[in-house]
Antibody
Framework: EVQLLESGGGLVQPGGSLRLSCAASGFSFSNYFMIWVRQAPGKGLEWISTIASTTYYRDSVKGRFTISRDNSKNTVYLQMNSLSPEDTAIYYC????????????????WGQGTMVTVSS | EIVMTQSPATVSVSPGERVTLSCRASQSLSSDLAWYQQKPGQPPRLLIYGASTRATGIPARFSGSGSGTEFTLTISSLQSEDFAVYYCQMYNSWPLTFGGGTKVELK
């Protein structure tokens, strides 16, 4: 069974840092691009970052967040620095529907999410 | 950034009814449009991609159509498990963007 499991969320003060992890199983992880998407409480979905042959970020997190992966551990990470209350959300990782290389930026498997709360 | 606008924000439907959800893009997407379903406390679930291709395991009552800037998701006969929020997502350029969602609720 294809699965993604996020961890690393929690309560952090403004200006603080967190590193989220997403452990993958049930598929050939190294062959797939991965993404992070977040959802603020009661709000819609917001794409944050993609790790493909290169990395991509939305403007509001560029320079503060870093996506990376360790194929030996089947894990993708999101390092988040200089956090602000506006970053409070559930953070989901997801996999591309097709193995790389692909431009079909569509996501067929999602984790259950990890909650990040930025508050003093 | 391409802005995705979904309408209506909420639709009230009875089981067995047909429902059509709309998604409009601020620029042409060709057919690079996906639809997701999200239920409370759950992650999104991929329904449709390429504007009209059903994802694996998605029932035939879900269908997508459109191209360019206008897209629709149709549920031909709403089942109880279909009450949820539906999001469209564009993917022909960066940044990837989602619509604000349409909530399908019980009438």
């Amino acid at each position: 069974e294809v699965q993604l499991l996020e961890s690393g969320g929690g309560l952090v003060q403004p200006g603080g840092s967190l590193r989220l992890s997403c452990a993958a199983s049930g598929f050939s992880f190294s062959n797939y691009f991965m993404i992070w998407v977040r959802q603020a409480p009661g709000k819609g979905l917001e794409w944050i970052s993609t790790i493909a042959s290169t990395t991509y970020y939305r403007d509001s997190v560029k320079g503060r967040f870093t996506i990376s992966r360790d194929n030996s551990k089947n894990t993708v990470y999101l390092q988040m620095n200089s956090l602000s209350p506006e970053d409070t959300a559930i953070y989901y990782c997801a996999k591309y529907i097709y193995p790389s290389p692909t431009v079909t930026r569509v996501f067929d498997t999602w984790g259950q999410g990890t909650m990040v709360t930025v508050s003093s | 950034e391409i802005v995705m606008t979904q309408s209506p924000a909420t639709v009230s439907v009875s089981p067995g009814e047909r429902v059509t959800l709309s998604c409009r893009a601020s620029q042409s997407l060709s057919s690079d449009l996906a639809w997701y379903q999200q239920k409370p406390g759950q992650p999104p679930r991929l329904l449709i991609y390429g504007a009209s291709t059903r994802a694996t395991g998605i029932p035939a009552r879900f269908s997508g159509s459109g191209s360019g800037t206008e897209f629709t998701l149709t549920i031909s006969s709403l089942q109880s498990e279909d009450f949820a929020v539906y999001y469209c997502q564009m993917y022909n350029s960066w940044p990837l963007t989602f619509g604000g969602g349409t909530k399908v609720e019980l009438k």
